[in-house]
């Protein structure tokens, strides 16, 4: 039986572009990485001070490739295709 998911099947990733960034198609990584970006940069975000201690939010960089970079990882060693 087939799950209905609330999540509109159009902003879903294919699932051969899974399994392309799974044997390290780098065309399919950056497509991955594209899909998450939105939700790794909201992850990311800060709260920073300034030089008159005035407060704004903003992403992390460092953060935020650290995230990447960790994302990259476990799709190369945890999701294989079957």
Known sequence: MK???SIPE???LPYETICAATRGDP???TEV??????YISYQAT???YDEYGQSYR??????????QDKL?????????PE
Do not use: P
């Open 58 to 67: 903003g992403v992390d960089a460092e953060l935020k490739q650290r995230i």
């Open 10 to 12: 159009e902003k879903l």
């Open 3 to 5: 799950r209905k998911s």
């Open 33 to 38: 990485l594209r899909h998450f970006d939105g």
């Open 72 to 80: 990259v990882a476990r799709i190369m060693e945890r999701f294989r």
């Open 27 to 29: 065309d399919a990584m």
């Open 46 to 48: 800060r709260i920073f």
